[in-house]
């Protein structure tokens, strides 16, 4: 699975874990206004999604904090933050 859209689902960080963690070669991964997301699922994005792309966690609750652990992410082209509170 190299594509995934979860967008205006109410998935939580624990579900999206298990997703990460069975779906190493996702590439595109869109998540906006899934507003159970928060920072802490951004924190393990390295650890098993080191082949994303693109990401789209726009209208969301995500901030710079969570944003600052996908800079090691080389294959990262785009990320939409829109929206998110800060």
């Not at 960080?13 to 920072?39: F, G, N, P, Q, R």
């Amino acid at each position: 699975l190299e594509l995934l859209d979860l967008s205006e689902t109410k998935i939580s960080d624990k579900s999206l874990l298990a997703v990460a963690y069975t779906c190493l070669e996702l590439k595109h991964l869109s998540l906006s206004m899934c507003t159970a997301i928060t920072d802490d699922f951004l924190e393990s994005v390295p650890l098993f999604l080191s082949n994303l792309n693109y990401l789209d966690v726009s209208m969301s609750s995500i901030t710079p904090r969570g944003c600052s652990h996908l800079a090691c992410l080389l294959a990262l082209r785009t990320v939409d933050v829109s929206a998110c509170p800060e």
